[in-house]
């Protein structure tokens, strides 16, 4: 099953690289590159030694090789005038003129995995039950100093992966910052280790939460969909 190409992702660019690797058996990883674990079966990196990625994680490679059944494949060059070059590429205003400063690449779909729903946000399984989802991301970019807006509301089940700079995603018990009640840090290449959300009767539940950016930031947001 050699993935003989990537397939690059419309948000691709000079920017920030992005592709995504199908059924990959032993791709070459020649650059530093920040890989994301996308399916629900391990995926597999290293160079002499392999290791296991988990399901919803990632890591940065610096060579070696990368297997996996679903794969993004995250590059940067440089980090000189990400807000500018964001903005030049085209990337969304989320809020307008009138808010925090938060960009929006295109999203871009990226493939279906089979899930069962409980099992990946930690609940009890009874019974198991295996689910087609479809995967869709895109990348945001926010200045240092950013709270990118406390929300509660998502009809999918939701991860973040780190590209460049510092951030954090926070949780809150109330649409209030003095609200907060867990602070994860995330530095560039690190995904929040478990979806926010809980399965209530089939819809996704989520607690106030938000992004913050700590420096400026690119950070990748991951998106699953019930079929």
Same mark, same amino acid.
């Given at each position: 099953?050699?993935?003989?190409?990537?397939?690059?992702?419309?948000?691709?660019?000079e920017l920030v690289?992005?592709?995504?690797?199908r059924d990959a058996?032993?791709?070459?990883?020649?650059?530093?590159?920040?890989?994301?674990? /996308?399916?629900?079966?391990?995926?597999? @990196? +290293? *160079?002499?030694?392999?290791?296991?990625?988990?399901? &919803?994680?990632?890591? #940065? =490679?610096?060579?070696?090789?990368?297997?996996?059944?679903?794969?993004?494949?995250?590059?940067?060059?440089?980090?000189?005038?990400?807000?500018?070059?964001?903005?030049?590429?085209?990337?969304?205003?989320?809020?307008?003129?009138?808010?925090?400063?938060? /960009?929006?690449?295109?999203?871009?779909? @990226? +493939? *279906?995995?089979?899930?069962?729903?409980?099992?990946? &946000?930690?609940?009890? #399984? =009874?019974?198991?039950?295996?689910?087609?989802?479809?995967?869709?991301?895109?990348?945001?970019?926010?200045?240092?100093?950013?709270?990118?807006?406390?929300?509660?509301?998502?009809?999918?089940?939701?991860?973040?992966?780190?590209?460049?700079?510092?951030?954090?995603?926070?949780?809150?018990?109330?649409?209030?910052?003095?609200?907060?009640?867990?602070?994860?840090? &995330?530095?560039?290449?690190?995904?929040?280790?478990?979806?926010?959300?809980?399965?209530?009767?089939?819809?996704?539940?989520?607690?106030?939460?938000?992004?913050?950016?700590?420096?400026?930031?690119?950070?990748?947001?991951?998106?699953?969909?019930?079929?």
């Amino acid at each position: 099953m050699n993935v003989i190409t990537a397939e690059k992702l419309n948000f691709d660019s000079e920017l920030v690289g992005a592709m995504v690797l199908r059924d990959a058996d032993a791709f070459p990883i020649t650059e530093r590159t920040t890989v994301v674990n /996308l399916a629900q079966t391990d995926a597999y @990196v +290293g *160079t002499t030694q392999l290791s296991p990625l988990p399901p &919803l994680s990632s890591t #940065v =490679l610096v060579s070696g090789t990368v297997s996996g059944e679903l794969l993004l494949a995250l590059t940067v060059a440089d980090e000189v005038g990400q807000e500018q070059r964001a903005r030049a590429l085209g990337w969304l205003d989320f809020y307008g003129a009138d808010g925090p400063v938060l /960009l929006k690449s295109q999203q871009d779909t @990226v +493939g *279906t995995v089979t899930i069962d729903r409980r099992a990946v &946000l930690h609940q009890p #399984v =009874l019974p198991s039950n295996p689910e087609r989802f479809t995967v869709k991301a895109n990348l945001w970019f926010s200045p240092a100093g950013t709270d990118c807006g406390i929300h509660n509301l998502h009809p999918f089940i939701e991860v973040h992966t780190q590209v460049t700079g510092l951030g954090r995603m926070q949780k809150f018990d109330d649409k209030r910052h003095d609200a907060l009640y867990e602070d994860q840090l &995330l530095s560039p290449g690190t995904t929040n280790p478990i979806p926010f959300c809980i399965d209530v009767d089939g819809e996704f539940t989520y607690p106030w939460h938000q992004y913050r950016a700590d420096t400026d930031c690119i950070w990748l947001a991951l998106e699953y969909h019930a079929i």
